[in-house]
């Protein structure tokens, strides 16, 4: 997260730990609900590599464990990314986004303002000065 804390209340267990698995709080249909996973990620055989998500830059795993418990939520990897949820009807990035806030996100869609980069940078700049939760698609 750019401001950093953001995340530090979502996540139980905040490191790796010897028990083997990660509990986050998200928010399902506005419920707060704890779900835990198992800290096993999926790799590619050959080589080890994530093949979903992947280490932040600064090293850290917390997207790759919440894709992981978005993929829980969601049946698997494979209906996360087919946008497809029975329990929720279709996930898209904004549902997703929810999940972790628990109360509505503003989703700014770039390609709309792909020709205005400076509308695009005022509205980001706006969320953020009021302390809203933006997701950037």
């Given amino acids: 997260a750019i401001i950093p804390g953001r995340l530090d209340n979502i996540f139980l267990t905040p490191v790796l730990n010897d028990v083997g698995f990660i509990a986050v709080y998200v928010y399902i249909k506005g419920i707060p609900t704890i779900v835990s996973v198992d800290d096993y990620l ?4 050959c080589n080890h590599s994530l093949i979903f998500s992947h280490r932040s830059r600064d090293g850290s795993l917390w ?9 829980k939520i969601a049946v698997n990897y494979e209906t996360l990314y087919d946008d497809y949820d029975a329990s929720y009807g279709y ?9 972790l806030l628990g109360c509505p996100g503003k989703m700014i869609p770039l390609m709309p303002l792909k020709t205005n980069v ?20």
């Fill in 42 to 45: 999926p790799v590619y055989h």
């Fill in 63 to 71: 997207a790759v464990f919440y894709e992981k418990i978005l993929a």
């Fill in 91 to 99: 996930l898209n990035p904004l549902s997703s986004f929810d999940l």
């Fill in 118 to 137: 400076r509308n695009a940078y005022n509205l980001i700049y706006e969320s953020i000065v009021k302390n809203q939760y933006v997701m950037i698609a």
